[in-house]
């Protein structure tokens, strides 16, 4: 199981900057209380991990996919960084150049700038691929500009058009309506599942099952977290003492290229679930280990003592890159060897600073722990949400920006823009 070494945050090692191990205790239980009040009325993450009778109808269904050359994603926020985040870990770096095993290649699409979906548009041959359209509300402007986009090639260059496309997305709104007119493939989003919560339904379990990925072992990781609960309760714990020491931002600092998106993940569902009221929100930051030494690291050591540092690393030494030169102190290492001392470079330094900095860590990458690891997460947000006294499951704020965009395209009716 996934385990989270918070030495480097107690004050036997940093001093005062640090928590006694007293006051960790005493802040664990108001964190675990808080779960124990999550559970009364569970939030819909807290039920996916169970769902495994979906998950296998998933799974048949994705075979039927599988003849595509590429699986295109159109969808932004929680509806796509999940999908990300699966890719990077779980399949081969190169799985769009080659080294798919056979499964389609996996674009996702979580943006609008013109040139990125153009050149997509150039590499893709729409009698290939297929396109999984997320959007819970079905309205983003986003995700419909991009469906848009392909909608009219596809309708052009393809009568059987509506095989080229799956749905995910709630009961109603533009899409839905979509779907029911001209009979699409559609998932439903659970309802009482967020965005940012929603990489273990539907949303993400589609595109990781039609990509080859073990999706009810990503479940069973998840599942299998609740009995592990002291992870994600202690994690809450520290980063809400930390935070309310006057620690406001939170590094999360993967050192692992394979759990780089991940970061970008949990950047989304920290920012957008904790930074709430004007009053409370620690500022995640991403940054990736060893890359990031060599850019971002002067600061954390030197610069103001306002950080609290999550490091992942993965235990499994496989595969074993051996580096051979007689005569230089790397001769005879290998390159993991090299990664893990970086790593204890780094939090060494950073203790020596009386910077708090954790580590999880993960036995192997591989479905199962991916599953543990993101649920995990989630459910430490949703505790340390509940220990500040805020919603973590709304974003009222992400609204405004929206309103204020569609109005200006309003105001624009039949022009470009
Ligand atoms: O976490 C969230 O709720 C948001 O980030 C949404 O996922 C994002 O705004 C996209 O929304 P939708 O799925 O409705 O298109």
């Known amino acids: 199981m996934i385990e989270l070494d918070y030495r480097n945050c107690l ?20 964190a675990f209380a808080e779960l124990e009040n999550i559970k009364k009325n569970p939030p819909g993450f807290m039920k996916l991990p169970v769902r495994f009778d979906e998950a296998r109808k998933i799974r048949e269904d994705a075979k039927k996919y ?55 548009s150039d590499i893709i041959d729409l ?35 509506k095989d080229h496309l799956v749905f995910t997305t709630g009961n109603k709104g533009f899409l839905r309506e979509f779907a029911d007119e001209n009979g699409i493939k559609t998932y439903s989003v659970p309802e009482d599942v967020g965005g940012r919560y929603s990489v273990l339904s539907e949303v993400g379990l589609f595109p990781a099952a039609v990509t080859g990925l073990n999706i009810e072992s990503l479940l069973e990781g998840a599942a299998d977290a609740e009995e592990n609960e002291h992870v994600p309760v202690t994690y809450a714990a520290l980063q809400y003492y930390f935070y309310k020491k006057g620690k406001n931002i939170s590094v999360f600092m993967p050192y692992s290229k394979k759990l780089e998106s991940t970061a970008d993940w949990f950047r989304q569902l920290w920012a957008e679930s904790l930074g709430k009221n004007e009053k409370t929100g620690p500022t995640p930051v991403k940054a990736i280990g060893t890359t990031d030494q060599h850019s971002q690291v002067q600061l954390y050591m030197e610069g103001p003592k306002d950080k609290v540092f999550t490091f992942l690393s993965v235990k499994d030494s496989s595969p074993e890159v051996k580096l051979k030169y007689d005569g230089h102190f790397l001769g005879g290492k290998t390159m993991r060897g090299l990664f893990n001392a970086e790593l204890e470079g780094t939090t060494g330094a950073l203790t020596k600073e009386d910077r708090p900095n954790m580590n999880f860590e993960i036995p192997k990458i591989d479905a199962y722990n991916a599953g543990e690891l993101l649920y995990q997460l989630e459910m430490a947000c949703a505790i340390t949400g509940g220990m500040l006294g805020i919603d973590p499951f709304n974003q009222p704020g992400v609204e405004l920006g929206k309103k204020l965009a569609y109005e200006i395209l309003e105001k624009n009716t039949g022009q470009l823009i």
């Open 11 to 30: 004050a036997a090692r940093i001093g005062s900057e640090g928590i006694s191990e007293e006051k960790l205790e005493s802040v664990k239980k108001q």
């Open 66 to 120: 599988r003849d595509f050359k590429n699986l295109v994603v159109l969808g932004i926020g929680g509806s796509a960084l999940g999908n990300i985040t699966l890719k990077n870990m779980l399949t081969h770096t190169y799985h769009n150049q080659g080294k798919n095993g056979g499964y389609p290649n996996l674009y996702v699409l979580d943006n609008v700038d013109p040139e990125w979906t153009s050149e997509l």
């Open 127 to 161: 009698k290939d691929t297929v396109f999984n359209v997320i959007t819970k509300s079905g309205s983003t402007a986003e995700t419909l500009s991009n469906f848009f986009f392909f909608l009219e090639k596809l309708k052009k260059e393809r009568s059987d058009w």
